[in-house]
């Protein structure tokens, strides 16, 4: 089976697409382009129809990839910029209108904890990954006492 995700990050949305089975999952191809979200929201303090008119542009592109791979599964997520800006809500919801999908806007501490399936997250008893963002910074630590995450604002 193949899935995908979409990540709206700070400075672009991402796309990757998976080939799965049930014991393992491999990488096939990657998609970006800069948006550039935290620009606005920095300096305006919320994202404006044109900056969300081009996500759902770029989104319906990734979705005609999708398409041509015969994926039908796949998850959207927005982190920091979406997190931090004032209409978050009413953009979530105007880009799940336009798209008829839905999207979730993911706390700082959720981004950290999907560096749980990178694929050698769980081999040895010493790693650790790290997600620098436009607006935050995430870290998986797995060490000899478990695993920690955090998340950090910029």
Known sequence: MKIASIDIGTNAIKSKIFKTTP??????????SPIR?????????????????????????????????LINRYEIVATSAFRDTSNSEDARRYI?????????????????????????????????????????TEFFIRNVNGVEIRSFQL
């Open 23 to 32: 014991t393992s999952i491999e990488f096939l191809k990657g998609m970006r």
């Open 37 to 69: 979200l935290g620009s606005e929201v920095f300096k305006n303090g919320k994202l404006s129809k044109v900056k969300l008119n081009q996500v759902i542009k770029t989104i319906q592109e990734f979705e005609e990839i999708f398409k041509t791979h």
């Open 96 to 136: 799940e209108t336009a798209i008829n999908h839905p999207l979730k806007i993911i706390s700082g501490l959720e981004e950290a904890q999907l560096m749980r399936f990178h694929p050698k997250s769980n081999t040895g008893n010493k790693k650790i990954f790290v997600d620098l963002g436009g607006g935050s």
